[in-house]
């Protein structure tokens, strides 16, 4: 029997139940009672579920997180688990709580970075039991509840509003200024006053009917 491996792929072989070595890419020719198990090794994404965490105080924080992994041993990864990328679904849920539960809510955002390599190193241990490398792990999302949501947006409102406030005051005090240097100009001043007066006065036009001789 006549088998062909394409170069992402390996397979596990075993023969009447009992494991004989691994089959690299190409073609291979196995006895008829030879069972091989296909194994994909190139590097895929999971995306876990958003998990609902509680924060050290007590905030329930929606974080999720993207994995980046590849078979690194076909061998295990056939062999240690039933599932195995259920087994790392679960130990990223699980390391992803354990760095969550740990930090206030106002630190989970900024610190998505602190979080995505402390989930990682708990994680690559745990995946390389079942022949797994996990090489990268970023955190997606960070959903606070609508409680804190609309706050931090009424938050935001209110700066603003009092930005405009003491924008305005501004104006009001520079106005006040300039009218009272403008009254103590005229009071030490006062010839200021009738030449102001006399520049807005109207001037009057008066056409008089021309004389008859």
Known sequence: ???????????????HGVFVGELGPGRHRVPWRAVLHHVDIRPRTMSPAAQDVPTADGVLVRVTVVVRWAVSSPTAFVVESASPEDELYTAVQL??????VTRAHSAVDPERQAIAAEVLAAVAARAAEFGIS?????VRDVVMPGELRRAALAELVAASEGRA????????????RSLLNAARLA????????????????TVVVDRPARRK
Do not use: C, N
């Open 1 to 15: 029997m006549k088998k062909t491996l394409y170069p992402w792929e390996r397979a596990v072989r075993f023969d």
């Open 95 to 100: 390391a992803l709580r354990g760095a969550v």
């Open 134 to 138: 996990v090489s990268d792990v970023a």
């Open 165 to 176: 406030a003491l924008e305005r005051a501004r104006g009001e005090t520079a106005a006040l």
């Open 187 to 202: 009071e030490e001043h006062p010839a200021l006053l009738e030449i102001r007066a006399l520049q807005t006065a109207s």
